[in-house]
């Protein structure tokens, strides 16, 4: 993990376990992303923090 101090790259660090977990315990159960809308729309009700993407890295589009 990486960041641009050390407390970035431990946020990072405790968001990919996170993420992990999720997919771990998710993995054979059917999902569905959130809409751009969706996700607005939690961020102003502060129930998540939108993360910006991370300078010189691409973003990939899930379609």
Known sequence: MCGASLEAAVYAAEELEETA???LLLRNTPTQALNAAQVKEL???RLITV???IEGRRSKSRH
């Open 51 to 53: 993360a910006k993407p």
């Open 43 to 45: 961020g102003r009700m």
């Open 21 to 23: 977990k999720l997919f």
